[in-house]
């Protein structure tokens, strides 16, 4: 099949659905489309971690990632997400674009350490809460859920002023990790007192490979 190029990946997620009533506590900002389908055709192009593969979406929300990595030919796509207002969008997107190799799962994704998910997904991409609104951890939380669920290799957003921290638990994790790209990453305003609509934050775009 011929392969998708990145301009249509990104015109294609520009279609995706996002939270109409974001909660605020719960971190839902979707990952813009021209993001989303740069983190994606990278996994897929240069280290081949999509196509045919098992890949879980941690904190899915609308789904923009696994609707993303399903067009890219995943053997089947999972996400997870905690809201199922965010779900419902999430299902609405895969039937828009007609994908059956996608499904999701409404958890606590700092709840998901059973044996039953251990490594049972060839690779993890997400977009975690970053641990600011009252959930401090919560992006490390994801993280440990992650290695825990993958037998390949996680993808995922984090804030730069973080990296010196996820190295050494990294480290402590045995897990090898490699920084791909350094984005600047439009944040949504949260508070009314807030002037702009949203402010830029440095965040770093991290592959993790299991040893
Ligand atoms: C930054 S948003 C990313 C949404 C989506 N992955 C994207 O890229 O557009 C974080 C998501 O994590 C979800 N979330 C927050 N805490 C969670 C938890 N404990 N378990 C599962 N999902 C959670 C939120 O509902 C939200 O959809």
Not at 152 to 172: C, F
Request: net charge negative; aromatic share 8%; hydrophobic share 40%.
């Amino acid at each position: 099949m011929k392969k998708m190029k990145l301009k249509e990946l990104e015109s294609c997620l520009q279609q995706v659905d996002v939270f109409e009533e974001p909660k605020l506590l719960l971190e839902q900002y979707p990952t813009r489309p021209h993001i989303a389908a740069c983190m994606l055709y990278t996994i897929h192009n240069s280290f081949d971690d999509i196509e045919n593969k098992l890949v879980a979406d941690l904190g899915c929300g609308c789904g923009v990632l696994s609707v993303g990595a399903a067009m890219l030919e995943a053997g089947f796509c999972v996400g997870f997400d905690i809201d199922e207002d965010a779900l419902e969008i999430c299902k609405r997107n895969m039937d828009e674009f007609e994908l059956k190799n996608i499904d999701v799962v409404q958890c606590d994704v700092c709840s998901l350490e059973s044996d039953s998910v251990s490594k049972r997904f060839d690779t993890v991409i997400m977009n975690p809460p970053f641990g600011t609104k009252h959930n401090k951890g919560m992006d490390m939380q994801f993280l440990k859920t992650a290695f825990h669920m993958a037998r390949t290799a996680v993808y995922s957003l984090h804030k730069t002023s973080t990296r010196e921290h996820i190295l050494k638990k990294a480290k402590d994790w045995n897990v090898k990790m490699e920084i791909i790209a350094e984005l600047r990453y439009d944040l949504p305003a949260s508070y009314k007192f807030h002037k702009k609509k949203s402010v830029d934050i440095e965040v770093d775009f991290i592959r993790f490979s299991m040893k």
